[in-house]
């Protein structure tokens, strides 16, 4: 921890879409030769993550025969044993085709809607084999650009219905496997449907097997529509549903940057990470970031690095923000609470509550001018995460 060197008690991984990133983009095309999953799970090994993620056409391609496919898992399998990682999580690629352009779970075409239901139980079914615990739903062409195209209450209820569905067939093949919904804005489609962690929250709460379903968010993607990411991930620990977590960095407002973790906004990052500590996520911290376009593979390795090593700097930020005499005495003083105040206002409602909360003699002038000493506070924060500290 000293030397901010991760072992696989961090429980760091990344997709292999993630270091097998060619550079690829709107504008340009690969720029470089990535490692093959193979070759990524000995370099990812031997730099300390935990584990790998992946689409079922990450690893075995889209038209591979059922031969193939079984001689690539196979390989897989025998390097995840000769390396000590495992599979964590998995998910189903119904972006790529361009079957899916106009939507997987919410095309308007019941065909393309049963290729998808057929393609995500047999990834599922590959996602167990390798180990995947938790099973995740990017629903990245599940949108619109022409609102007329698509009713937007039936593409709900078709996507409802897909998860349900799904839900069915993994209680029925009785696999160990909770599902986590990833909400994104826009990009690729205009408007994607269900945009926020909070959005997901409410759509969860109207499936039919709610427990087995949680949520994926991605710091890039709440960061694209300028949103507090933070308050997004304490939302979904609050439901108990923060099943996974995509880290990464992202400025505000712009394309999506899928930059190293931690590479923009500082505080931020540490917010989130001090969030995920304190209230002891024990899920996996997973990358989903790919290097610059810029980079060769050895800074690839660097870009990998420094995921884990920011974290790890993070949270020992984390260690030193709640071990800070000065900063705790002021977080003391900010949330004194008060003893007779306090046991009204918690717990249920009652009748002898309200009477005594309408009966209390509190002066709003007196209440306002308590002070806040924020400015304090923060330049403290500040000041520990430069390091002055
Ligand atoms: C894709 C997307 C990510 C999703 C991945 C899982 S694929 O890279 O940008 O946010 O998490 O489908
Ligand atoms: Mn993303
Ligand atoms: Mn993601």
């Not at 690969?30 to 000995?42: A, D, K, Y």
């Not at 929250?201 to 039919?208: P, Q, R, V, Y």
């Not at 949103?227 to 991930?233: D, I, K, Q, R, S």
């Amino acid at each position: 921890m000293a030397d901010f060197v991760p072992t696989k008690n961090d429980k760091f991984t990344f997709g292999l879409w993630t270091f097998g990133n060619a550079g690829r983009d709107p504008f340009g095309s690969e720029v470089r030769v990535p490692p093959t999953p193979i070759e990524g799970l000995h370099k990812l090994s031997e730099l300390g993550a935990y584990g790998v993620n992946l689409h079922d056409n990450d690893l075995v391609p889209f038209d591979a025969t059922p031969a193939e496919r079984d001689r690539i898992v196979a390989e897989f399998k025998q390097a995840l044993k000769d390396t000590g990682l495992v599979v964590p999580m998995a998910t189903t690629n119904l972006f790529a085709h361009p079957v899916f352009k106009d939507g997987a779970f919410t095309s308007n075409d019941p065909k393309v809607r049963a290729f998808a239901l057929q393609k995500t139980m047999r990834a599922i079914d590959l996602g167990v084999e390798l180990g995947a615990g938790v099973y995740v739903f990017w629903g990245g062409r599940e949108g619109v650009e022409v609102e007329a195209s698509k009713d937007p209450v039936t593409a709900l209820q078709h996507f409802r219905d897909a998860i349900n569905f799904l839900t069915g067939y993994v209680a029925d093949q009785k696999y160990k496997l909770k599902f986590a919904l990833e909400p994104k804005p826009n990009e690729p489609r205009g408007d994607i449907y269900l945009p926020t962690t909070g959005s997901m929250l409410g759509f969860i709460a109207t499936l039919d097997k709610p427990e087995m379903v949680g949520v994926n968010p991605e710091y890039a993607h709440d960061t694209i529509s300028a949103l507090n990411f933070t308050h997004a991930v304490a939302q979904a620990l609050d439901a108990g549903k923060l099943f996974h977590i995509d880290l990464n960095g992202q400025k505000p407002g712009r394309f999506d940057q899928d930059l190293r973790f931690g590479q923009e906004d500082y505080k931020t990052n540490f917010f989130l990470v001090k969030l995920l500590e304190d209230r002891g996520y024990t899920g996996s911290r997973h990358f989903d970031a790919h290097a610059l376009r810029t980079s060769d593979i050895d800074d690839v390795w660097q870009f990998a690095r420094g995921c884990m090593r920011t974290y790890l700097i993070l949270k020992e930020k984390a260690r030193q923000f709640n071990a800070d005499p000065e900063i705790q005495a002021l977080l003391k003083e900010i949330n004194a609470g008060d003893a007779v105040i306090d046991p009204l206002l918690a717990g249920k409602y009652s009748p002898a509550k309200a009477a005594s909360i309408k009966g209390l003699k509190l002066d709003a002038n007196q209440l306002a001018a308590k002070p806040l000493p924020y400015e304090r506070l923060d330049q403290l924060v500040f000041d520990l995460l430069l390091g002055v500290r």
